[in-house]
């Protein structure tokens, strides 16, 4: 069965870090593109970063690009995110996905087939 399972929530002040995590297992991690979307409260889940089959891309949503990096370690079936200069409007359930086909459109929900439960981040000011 397939898992995926982040980590490195939590609450913060405006301006700090955080390292989120998200192991995969019961897949061939490789032959998946993995992304990260976010849903704060009353908001609809959006689009945050993806990350292609060996790391050779990456995309960002433009409210983080710049603050945000998306890395993998397909060794360790574990794709990070890396939030820096937090902002109260980062605040949000982030979860990770796996998908199998990024022809077509990475931002969209639908081009990715498994999902994690999320992890919530809090961005105090």
């Known amino acids: 069965q397939v898992q995926l399972v982040e980590s490195g929530g939590g609450m913060v002040q405006a301006g700090d870090s955080l390292k989120l995590s998200c192991a995969a297992s019961?897949?061939?991690?490789?032959?998946?593109?993995m992304g990260w979307f976010r849903q704060a409260p009353g908001k609809e889940r959006e689009f945050v970063a993806t990350i292609y089959w060996r790391g050779q891309r990456t995309y960002y949503a433009d409210s983080v690009k710049g603050r945000f990096t998306i890395s993998r370690d397909n060794a360790k079936s574990t794709v990070y995110l890396h939030m820096n200069s937090l902002e109260s409007e980062d605040t949000a359930v982030y979860y990770c996905?796996?998908?199998?086909?990024?022809?077509?459109?990475?931002?969209?929900?639908?081009?990715?087939?498994?999902w994690g439960q999320g992890t919530q981040v809090t961005v105090s000011s």
């Open positions: 019961g897949l061939t991690f490789s032959n998946y593109a």
């Open positions: 996905a796996a998908g199998p086909d990024m022809n077509v459109d990475y931002k969209r929900r639908s081009s990715y087939n498994y």
